[in-house]
C-alpha cells in the first residue's frame, strides 16, 4: 500500500500544473471573452496537449492518450485546484460519445465525435416511455424501414434536454416479432424537423429540465443506426454502464459533505451554530463514515483499474451508494435550514431572503429524490447486485416477461 | 498510488484463514463457544507458531516487523472465522510495549510475547464506561490499587498492561501480589472478559506509557473496525448461502425480491469499508495526522454496520436464526463486543467531530 503517486507521476503532475499555470484563465484579451468560450478555447489547447479527451483517437478530436487511470486521476485532481473546465458534461460527451467509440460506424465517429466533444452539439436520450421505465425492453415506440429510410412513431417521456437538444439517440422497436430484447434498434435522430413535438414537462423542484416527447412519422437516414438491427438493447448497455460511473463519482459526494458541514457551521440551533448541538455532531460524524468509506472505496478500485484487475461487487454498488449518501445529506441539510425549509428555492422563496446560497439546499433535497430513480431506480440496482453481485435467482415475474 | 494489498499480505489472510479451516472448523468453533473456559491453548500455540503473536513487534526481539495494517489483515480474517482467542489483547499489549517500553521491558517481554511463550493482554476500562486513556483513573505508581472491566482473557494472562490515571500504562506480571482476576460472563464467548482487582499490587511503569496509550487505543480502535468488516461479510455470505438453499412456496428463498433487497442492502452496507479500515490501519503509520481521527470514524461506522448486519442476518434465517444452535448468534455477539469494547459508535463520533474542529 503507498499512497503517494511516485516519482514519475508526480513529474506528471508537474507537467499538467504548468500546463494550467500556462493556460487557465485565459489571459490578455482572451480574458474578457464569456466564461463559454473561453472554456472552448482552453479545452482545445487542452486536448492539444493531452490533457482532456484522453480515450477519444486523434482522427475524432481527442488526444489519443495511452489509457492511464492515474494519468486522468491526476489531471482531475489538478483541473479541479485551478477551477479548470473539463470534457462537457453533456449526456453527449458522457455516454453517447463512449458508445459510439464502441459500436458505431466509421462515418458516424466522423459526423459525430468531434462535434458533440467540442460542445456544439447537444444530444438527449430517448429510451424511456410513458408505459416503459424500468421494464425498458418492453417500449413500443416504432421504427419502420420505409424507402431506404427510417420512420418512427410513438412517444418517449422523461427525456432530459430535449427542448434544447439537435440529435436524440433513441430506442425504438424495429422487429416486432422477434423476442423482446432482440427487437430494438438504437437509432440517431435529427430533432429539427418536423413531427417531433417537444413539452416540457414542468418537476416538483419548479423547474423544467425533462420532457416528453412525441413523434409522428419522424424520418432518420437507413444508416443512423448503431450496431445492426435488433441490436439495439446491447448497444444501450454500453450507454447505461457509463452513465452508472458518471453518478457514482466519489468526489462530487465529498463536495456534497464538505458544503454540509459549512451549512452546519452557519446555521443556528437555539441561538448557537448547529455544529456545536450534540445530535447534529452525531449525524455528521454519522454520515462521513458513509463518505469516507465511499471515498476509500473508490481509491481501491482506482488501483484495481490501473492494474487491470476487477474490484468485484463495489463496481454495482456506486449508484446506489452515493444515491443513499446524497438522501441523507439532504436530510440533514433541511434540518439545519429549519423554518427556512418552508421556503421555496427561488423567486420570493429562499433565494431572496437569504444570502450565501443555502436555497440551493432546497432544491437538492429534491434533486436528490430525482438521482435516485434516473438511470435506474434503487430497486433495479438492488435487483442488479442481488442476482449479478450474489449470484441470487432471478427475478420470476421478469425471467418470465424476457422470453 | 497503489492502494491495495501485497501479495504477502493476502497470502497473510490466505494462510490464516486456511489455518483456521484446519484447526478451528464449525465444530471445534462450537466447543470452545459452548465450552467453560472458552480458551484454547493448542489453538491460540499454533497461531502463534504462525507467527501471529509477534507479527507488528520488532525483528531485533524476535517479531515479523509488520504494521498495523497487517495487524488488522488478520484480525479482519480472524473475524470472518470468529476465531475464538487472545489476539486482540495480546497485539495490543505487545503494540505498547513496543511503543512505550524501556529497553530493558522490552528485552525481558517482546521475545516471549513474539513466540506466544507469555500471553499479554490489556487493562483499559473502568466502571462508567470510562475506557479512554483521559478517563482513566487507577492512580499510577510503583504498586498499584483499584479495579479494571473487561479484560480480555485475563485469566490467562502473564502480563496484563494496565491503564493508568493520566494516560499512562503499567505492567503487572500474573503473580503480582493483590492481584485478584474475576473472570465473568461475557455475551461474545469467543473473547472472554474478566474484571481485575489491584490492590497495592507492584507495577512497572512503561516510560513513554502516554504516547503508548494514544497508540494503543487508535490500534485498537482500527482492529475493532477490522474485525466488524470480517464478520460482516461472513454473516452477508452465510445469509446469501442460506437464501440459496432454504425453501418455501416451492422455491428458494433467494427467489423472493424483498429478501434478495435485504440482502443487497446489507451487502452495500458493509462492502463498501474495505477501504475505510485498510486506510484507517495505514494512516496509524504513515499518515499520523490522520490518524487518530480516522481510526475513530473506522471503528464508529463498521461496528454500527457489523451490528446491523448481525440482526439482519438472523431475520434473514428465519426461526433457526434465532436459536443458540444457529451459528449466527456467535457472530452476533462478536458484532456486540466490537460495537461497545472501547466505547459506543456514539462515543467515537463526537470524538471524530472534535477532532474535526465543529
Ligand atoms: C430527473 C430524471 C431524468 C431522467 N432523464 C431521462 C432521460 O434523459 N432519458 C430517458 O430515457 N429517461 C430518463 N429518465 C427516466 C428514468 O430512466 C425512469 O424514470 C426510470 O428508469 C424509472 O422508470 P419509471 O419512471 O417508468 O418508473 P417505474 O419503472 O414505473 O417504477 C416505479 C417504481 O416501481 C419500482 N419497480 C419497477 N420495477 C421493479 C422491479 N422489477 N422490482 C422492484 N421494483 C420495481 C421502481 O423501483 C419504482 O420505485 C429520467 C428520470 C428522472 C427522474
Redesign the interface.
Known sequence: ??????EE?EGYRDEVAKFLNASWPLKGDEAKLGWEEQAVRFRERAIEGGFLCRNIPKQYGGSEQEPDV?KA?IIREEFGKAHAPMEPRGIGTMMLVPTLLERGSEWQKEKFVPATIRGDLAWCQGYSEPGSGSDLASLKTRGELVNGEWVINGQKIWTSGAQSADYMFILVRTEPEAPKHAGISYLLVDMKQPGIDVRPLRQMTGGADFCEVFLTDVKTPEDWIVGKRGEGWLVSRTTLKHERNSIGSTQQTRALFSGL?QL??ERNIDGKPA??N?DI??R???L???V?????????T???D??GESP???TM?NK??ST?IGHDIARLAIDLLGEDGLLDAGGSGMAAMMSGGHERWISHYMYSLGIAVAGGTA?I???V???R?????R??AAERSSK | MNFDLSEEQEMLQETVRQFLDNECPATTLREIFDGEVGFDPALWKGMAEMGLAGLHLPEEYGGAGLEVLDLALVSETLGYMAAPGPFLGHALAGLAIACGGSDAQKSKWLPKLATGDALATVALAEEGGAWLPDQWSVPAGASLSGSKKHVIFADHADLIVVGTAGGGLALVERDAKGLEIKPIDSADRTRRLCEVILADTPAEALPDGEVAATRLRDAALVLLAADAFGGATRLVEMSVEYAKTREQFGVTIGHFQALKHQLANMAVEIEPSRGLYWYAAHALDHVRDEAERTAAIAKAHITDRYMQIARDAVEAHGGIGFTWECDVQIWFKRAMFDRAFLGNPALHRERAATMAGW
Open positions: 500500500m503507498d499512497l503517494s503517486y511516485g507521476l492515474l486521476q458541514v452546519a457551521k455544529i456545536q450534540a455532531r452525531q455528521l460524524a454519522a462521513e463514515g458513509y469516507k468509506a465511499h471515498q476509500y472505496a473508490g481509491y481501491r482506482l488501483t484495481k490501473a492494474k468485484g461487487t463495489i454498488m446506489i451508494i443513499n430497486n440496482q438492488r435487483n447486485i442481488g442476482e453481485g450474489l449470484g441470487l435467482p427475478d420470476a
